[in-house]
């Protein structure tokens, strides 16, 4: 996880910046168990993180503001309502005294797109005022504050791989992973993470056993190669829905499945964004370098997640 503090300026009173990197997560599989009677759904999901990140920096001070700009400031939506501010004010609603201040937000990452990047965005925020305050990230108020943010915000508090379970609130212990090489591949439809789950149309009250076996196999694999191979068991079981909503998914898997070196193609949490696994990084840059020549309209990167 990238934190730093920088200066501007000379010694004295120079504004003093926290910087925290907001990776973009991966659902690497993502089972769906069932659905509680709020109406949320019971996940089993292996939560990844890219190496591909928005920018978030807090000036500690009076108040709470936030400034967000970038290539994708526009798609975040309202600065009233971005997610930052929403964790921001969660954790002081619980928390007396807090300092805050002013954030100011590099939006790189698109948006409603199944990588969380407001989930990241969030527990950023959350990892910012936790260092101007001196407070754990076990802090139970911070917690409480992240699952009152959003369903990824827990997951995204601290930068590892993690089996995420219920509606995201059961974590795992981390789970380390070899970085494995990939492309990620979004066909520029947005698509609302509560019109997904609605698609699947499950009742509530519906509860099956996750398949403990594939935790098993994953736990301790040190080889790329191999754990492509154990991913291949797993599935989303949010792609079929999506994939009725949205039908550029389905290309944006062809297209990644289409590339020769591609060992895996799948979507991460809602989508629309699709990634696909490789054995290298050569592999993985000469996919991305066929995919924007064939798509230039379309977002793709070649990344590490890990
Ligand atoms: C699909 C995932 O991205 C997988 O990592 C997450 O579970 C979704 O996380 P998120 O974007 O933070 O979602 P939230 O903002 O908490 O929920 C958006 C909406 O999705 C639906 N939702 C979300 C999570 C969940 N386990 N069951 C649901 O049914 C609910 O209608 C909810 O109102
Ligand atoms: N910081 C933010 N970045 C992006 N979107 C934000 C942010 N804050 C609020 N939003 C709103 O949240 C919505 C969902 O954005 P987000 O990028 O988190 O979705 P997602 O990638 O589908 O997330 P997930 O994978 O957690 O389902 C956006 O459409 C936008 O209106």
Request: hydrophobic share 50%; charged share 20%.
């Amino acid at each position: 996880m990238a934190a730093d503090v920088t200066a501007a300026g000379g010694a004295g009173a120079s504004p003093v910046w926290l910087n925290e990197k907001a990776r973009a997560k991966v659902n690497l599989t993502l089972a769906v168990l069932g659905r509680r009677a709020d109406g949320f759904h019971l996940l089993d999901s292996l939560v990844a993180f890219a190496d591909i990140a928005d920018e978030l920096s807090l000036e500690p001070g009076p108040g709470l503001s936030l400034e967000v700009y970038g290539s994708r400031a526009k798609e975040a939506g309202a600065v009233a309502d971005n997610l930052v501010l929403k964790a921001a004010k969660a954790l002081a609603e619980r928390h007396d005294g807090l300092t805050l201040g002013h954030f100011r937000l590099d939006k790189r990452l698109p948006a409603a797109a199944g990588i969380g990047g407001g989930s990241s965005d969030a527990a950023a925020a959350l990892r910012l005022i936790a260092r101007a305050n001196e407070l754990p990230l076990t802090d139970e108020k911070v917690l409480a504050a992240a699952r009152a943010t959003g369903s990824d915000v827990p997951v995204c508090l601290q930068v590892v791989g993690r089996w995420m379970r219920d509606a995201g609130e059961t974590l795992s212990a981390p789970v380390p992973l070899p970085p494995l090489p990939a492309v990620l591949l979004n066909p520029g439809v947005a698509t609302p993470t509560a019109d997904v789950f609605r698609t699947l149309a499950l009742p509530a009250g519906t509860a099956i056993s996750p398949d403990l076996s594939l935790a098993a196999a994953i736990e301790g694999e040190k080889s790329p190669t191999a754990l492509i191979r154990h991913l291949d068991r797993g599935r989303n079981d949010l792609e079929p829905a999506a994939l009725v909503l949205r039908p550029a998914i389905g290309e944006a898997l062809a297209v990644l499945r289409g590339q020769p070196t591609c060992r895996l193609a799948r979507m991460s949490g809602s989508g629309a964004t699709v990634f696909g696994l490789f054995e290298t990084a050569e592999a993985a840059v000469a996919a991305r370098q066929a995919i924007a020549e064939r798509r230039p309209g379309w977002w793709v990167v070649d990344t590490v997640i890990g």
